[in-house]
């Protein structure tokens, strides 16, 4: 199976040497998304909701690059600054998941890039 990047720029470029998304045969692994405007180059550091809503977008934009959606996500990981965001940012994930939800991980890190409020990666199915 060949890989095949996925680069889209209606979601931030990538900070490192990696890329937004990788898909093999008929699976994509997303880079962990931060609340990056991909348009202003800007963090949202002040609203976790407002924060949590971008990163959603970020990750809309990277699935349908690779023909693909929230619908057909097996599994994701989030990152949070702070647990007690767990509840707000769960509001905002939820109306992307509403139906047959993912599995997830859910943790909080001591840092992340650009000292975000959270971090999301997907992994999908492509058909």
Do not use: H
């Amino acid at each position: 199976m060949k890989k095949q990047i996925i680069n889209t720029t209606n979601a931030p470029s990538a900070i490192g040497p990696y890329s937004q998304g990788v898909k093999i045969g008929n699976l994509l692994f997303t880079s962990g998304q931060i609340p990056l405007d991909p348009q202003s180059g800007e963090l949202i550091s002040d609203d976790i909701e407002k924060a949590a809503e971008r990163v959603m977008l970020n990750l809309k934009a990277i699935l349908e690059e690779a023909g693909t959606s929230f619908d057909k996500v097996v599994k994701t990981t989030v990152l949070l600054k702070d647990i007690n965001d767990f509840g707000k940012v769960n509001e905002v994930y939820g109306r992307y998941f509403a139906e047959e939800q993912p599995a997830r991980s859910c943790f909080q890190v001591g840092k992340l890039p650009k000292d975000a409020l959270l971090e999301i990666e997907v992994i999908a199915s492509v058909e």
